[in-house]
């Protein structure tokens, strides 16, 4: 059973986490039952510190089919979310790397801590 919120803490709305990790980004994981795999973010919550990454934390869900809504049936395949703190990032050559920013002129670049490269966000068409 979940643990009582004090009354003082009710309203409170929980403070989104920063993540230095964005969507499209490519990521590795480095811990968990997919360790060594890697894959592109698809989706990222800052409230909880999840992220979605492509064909990381695959899990099999049965459905009945239903031809009102157009659902065939049968078992789905789909990812789940995993802690942002299982990741890290990879550069362009394939090096993971913790992620610092810098500001070049008038604006703000993410830039990887090991090479010092600029980490550019990839623009998927």
Request: hydrophobic share 30%.
């Amino acid at each position: 059973m979940a643990r009582k919120i004090p009354q003082r803490h009710q309203n409170d709305p929980r403070p989104k986490i920063t993540i230095k990790i964005k969507k499209d980004d490519q990521v590795k994981v480095i811990a968990g039952k997919d360790k060594g795999k890697a894959g592109r973010v698809l989706e990222v919550d800052r409230i909880n510190g999840r992220i979605v990454v492509e064909g990381v934390g695959m899990v099999k869900r049965h459905t009945k089919p239903n031809p009102q809504k157009q659902i065939q049936g049968g078992i789905a395949e789909s990812e789940r979310s995993i802690h942002i703190s299982n990741v890290m990032l990879t550069t362009s050559g394939g090096q993971v790397t913790r992620v610092g920013t810098r500001v070049d002129g008038a604006t703000r670049v993410r830039v990887a801590r090991k090479t010092g490269e600029v980490i550019e966000k990839k623009v998927t068409k």
